[in-house]
């Protein structure tokens, strides 16, 4: 399974990415071998995610909610 996904950081924004092995890239992201992004704003903890069947859809889905506003990306996890 693929799965799109938002965390929060630390520091209260939202990063997006998607992955294979949710699990192990949380931990990933949390001891600072994630994302760039991700680095400094730990710890982070998973605030949504969908799952989807393959890579495709997953990276199409996460452009689509990389382009969201923050508002909107905060309505998705109300909306689940």
């Not at 699990?23 to 998973?46: I, W």
């Not at 506003?69 to 905060?74: A, D, E, F, G």
């Amino acid at each position: 399974m693929n799965y799109v996904y938002i965390l929060k950081c630390s520091d209260g924004s939202l990063y997006t990415g998607w992955t294979n092995d949710l699990e192990k890239r949380l931990a990933a992201h949390n001891s600072k071998k994630g994302a760039k992004y991700t680095k400094s704003r730990t710890p982070v903890s998973l605030f949504y995610r969908e799952e989807l069947p393959d890579k495709s859809s997953a990276l199409k889905r996460e452009a689509q909610i990389k382009k969201m506003s923050r508002r909107k990306k905060l309505r998705l996890a109300e909306e689940k």
